[in-house]
Every structure is written in C-alpha cells, then in structure tokens.
C-alpha cells in the first residue's frame, strides 16, 4: 500500500478525485494493488461528519468509463411503460439529499486472519457524504411496476477489459429499490459527482455494503428474479452460518450480502504516535446498517473496564456519528485503547470479525496504541 502521491510519481497516471479537488488532499489517498480505482482514505479524516470528496475512497472492478454528463438511463423491463431519462430530465422529480455512509464489502480485509484473496482494504473503503438526488421509487412508480417485478437489474457503462470477464451486474430486492432512502444520486457533498464516484449518476442504498452502489449507472431492468452472473450469483456472498477461520464454506451455506456490521474505527490518536502527557482524546466513527447507533465504548485498561464515548451527530441508519473520549495521562508510558458500538437493536461490534472465504464486513474491536511522553 503506497500513496496516491508515490503512485502517480511513477506512473504518470491520473484520476479526478473530486470537482475542485485540492491537489495534498487528493494525493493523501492510499493506493491498494497498485491499481489507480482502488483508492483508500487515511484514517485521520475518520473524526468528522462528513468525508470530503478529494479524500474519499475510490473502487471500481473494470475503471470508468468515458464521462458523458448526458448519459441516458434506462427504466425498462416488468414496467408500463419503459422510461429513458437524463440527469436533467431527473430533476423534475422531488430532490433530497440523504447522508450515509459507503462501505465497500471488503473493508478491513487486510485484517482477516487467515489472510483472504481480494484487494486488501486495512480501514479506508468507506466514507460518509451527503448524497443527492431523487428516490428511485418516485421514477419507478412514472415507470408503473408490473405484478412481477419483484427484482431491479443494475448495470453501469463501465465494461470489463476482456470478453470472458463476466460484467458487474448486480439486482436489489423491490422492497428495497422502493425504499424512500434508495436514490438516483447526481450530487455529491453538494458537488456534482465526479467520474471516479460514478458521474453522471449512481445508486445510493444506505446502510447496504457497496457493491448495490452501482456506479455510471444506465439500465434498471425491473424482473422477476435475481440478476444473473457472477457478481450476484457467485460473488458477494457470506455465511449464513460462521465458520472455523480458514475452512471453506460451500455454496449452499452462503447469502448475499446486504446490511453491513455495527463498526467504529478510531482515527485519533495514530497507531505509534507520541503524545505529550496530559489531556488525551480517543476519536472516530461509528455506524450500523441496521439501527442508529446507541452507545459507543472504549477501554483503556485491556478491557477490564469500559467508559462511554460522547456522540455527535444525527444518528441513523447507514449514518455514522463522530464518538469522543477524553481523559488524562500525567505519567509517560504506552497506552492501547479499544472500541466497541452497539446499535438500537442491541447488535455489538464483536471482539474478533466473524472469517469468511472472501473477507467482507470486518468489523472487530478496533486497537490504537500510543505513547504518552513527558
């Protein structure tokens, strides 16, 4: 894992990060595999609200396609009447703006013991945004759904780099395409999206993992079943039931992937920094794809006792709140905080992430040690 900086240094490549991206903020973006769209943000800028758009992560499968700001989406399939719509022509539709938070399934994979396949995200594939646009259940219900639309097929304009690759394809269930949080997202942090965060336009899930974020988006096929091939049928899948680290799961034994984990990431203080005796602050995020956070703790002491962590934020689901934890140090020596969340429902961010073959929704006890000098 190398910077963007050293990245493009040797390369020569480029990416836009973000409309009007700051040049040291864009180049503090974590290069993973060596491959220009797999792009992670440092923890440092997991102590605020929102994710600015020059630091936010970036993932794609193939790279973008060609940006075309007039890039026409298709609503077509079990519907009335077929409905071919720009961005422009979106905006006749109610705008909102949702925040929440996107995570790709990967996130924290690095951290898998053992080690999995995949690209090996530590802590920076996710970010929070404000998202807007319009609810897809609005340009849905002008389509009219048909009795057997029970699936939205999602297909973008990015294209593999050979014939035998199978295409990004992905379908969420109708309930959750209906939902009133589901968008048709154009704007970014009050930007329009850039292309590396799908522009012109992209799908918005909140609290869903990313991969139903479908980027460059151009067809919505409603359908009776799943969407086919690789990436819905084979891809993205997770245990139904855990398993013993590094044991195969079978086919059978696996779901797709919706809801992500309750998490909290601490992004203060770094891992190994030394910091002057006397006040000290444990900060970072934390959310959950099921319910609003409820309590955030941390624990200086080994976890033989935890104290509760301040909030901000509006909570929500898919939305994480900023957590703090103050105290004080007046003697030198080393000191290791853990975290933990736990959500409205009462689900709780478990010591160890549950293994899995692929290494999706790591979500254990994050660890930060520091040292406090005189």
Not at 172 to 198: C, F, K, Q, V, W
Not at 341 to 349: E, F, H, V, W
Request: hydrophobic share 45%.
């Amino acid at each position: 894992m190398i910077t963007r900086r050293t990245f493009l240094g040797a390369t020569g490549a480029s990416l836009a990060v973000g409309i009007g991206a700051p040049a040291r903020a864009a180049d503090e973006l974590l290069v993973h595999g060596g491959a220009p769209q797999n792009l992670g943000t440092p923890l440092a800028w997991f102590d605020r609200l929102g994710t600015p758009n020059p630091v936010f992560f970036v993932r794609s499968h193939f790279g973008p396609p060609a940006l075309d700001r007039g890039r026409k989406l298709v609503i077509e399939g079990a519907v009335k009447a077929p409905v071919t719509l720009t961005v422009d022509d979106l905006k006749a539709f109610p705008e909102v703006t949702v925040t929440s938070v996107l995570q790709c399934a990967g996130n924290g994979r690095a951290l898998m013991a053992p080690r999995v396949p995949g690209v090996q995200w530590v802590h920076g594939a996710m970010g929070q945004a404000a998202w807007t646009g319009v609810r897809l259940a609005d340009v849905l219900k002008k389509a009219g759904l048909a009795a057997d639309a029970l699936h939205a097929r999602l297909e973008g304009a990015d294209r593999a780099p050979k014939p035998t690759v199978p295409a990004f394809v992905r379908s969420i269930p109708i309930a959750r395409a209906m939902d009133p949080g589901t968008l048709l997202a154009y704007r970014m942090n009050g930007d329009p999206l850039s292309l590396a965060h799908g522009a012109p336009l992209r799908l918005v899930v909140p609290g869903w993992a990313g991969d139903h974020w479908v980027k460059w988006l151009t067809s919505i096929r409603l359908q009776k079943e799943e969407a086919e091939g690789f990436y819905m049928q084979t891809a993205y899948k997770f245990p139904v039931r855990p398993g013993e680290p590094g044991v195969a799961v079978p086919p059978e034994g696996m779901r797709s992937l919706s809801t992500f984990p309750v998490k909290s990431t601490i992004a203060r203080p770094e891992d190994g920094a030394k910091i002057p005796a006397g006040p000290q602050e444990v900060a970072g995020v934390a959310f959950s794809g099921e319910a609003p956070i409820a309590t955030v703790e941390v624990s200086i002491d080994g976890g033989k006792t935890w104290a509760k962590a301040a909030l901000e934020g509006e909570p929500g689901v898919g939305r994480w709140q900023v957590f703090r934890h103050r105290f004080e140090q007046k003697t030198p020596g080393k000191i290791e905080a853990w975290v933990r969340a736990t959500d409205a429902k009462k689900n709780t961010q478990p010591e160890r992430a549950v293994w899995n073959p692929s290494g999706y929704f790591w979500n254990a006890w994050h660890r930060v040690t520091w040292e406090v000098v005189a």
